[in-house]
Nanobody
Framework: QVQLVESGGGLVQAGGSLRLSCVASGRTFSSYAMGWFRQAPGKERERVAA????????YYADSVKGRFTISRDNAKNTVYLQMPSLKPEDTAVYYC?????????????WGQGTQVTVSS
């Protein structure tokens, strides 16, 4: 089992940047594929980005492809989401999640979420 804690959210103007971090507990972080999801009010949860155990495979939603970058540091049990050029439509609660199957797997473990608000 793994516990996830996100940080790095906040209020930023359009065009600004944020970097989200998610620290995982436990000694088996490298066994998990990791993902970032977001949910805006009144909308379904969206998978934003995902990364394989080694970091060699990544996935991005079309809405963030070319803007956001997911990365991980297995030595620090941490996954990151670099978010430059933020837009008001990026406003949402962002969640970190983990699964043992791979980037397209079912995510079993979730953090509590961090709010990202982008003002126009």
């Amino acid at each position: 089992q793994v516990q996830l804690v996100e940080s790095g959210g906040g209020l930023v103007q359009a065009g600004g940047s944020l970097r989200l971090s998610c620290v995982a507990s436990g000694r088996t972080f490298s066994s998990y594929a990791m993902g970032w999801f977001r949910q805006a009010p009144g909308k379904e949860r969206e998978r934003v980005a995902a990364i394989s155990r080694s970091g060699g495979i990544t996935y991005y939603a079309d809405s963030v492809k070319g803007r956001f970058t997911i990365s991980r540091d297995n030595a620090k049990n941490t996954v990151y989401l670099q978010m430059p050029s933020l837009k008001p439509e990026d406003t949402a609660v962002y969640y970190c999640a983990a699964n043992l199957q791979g980037v397209a797997g079912v995510y079993d473990y979730w953090g509590q979420g961090t709010q990202v608000t982008v003002s126009s």
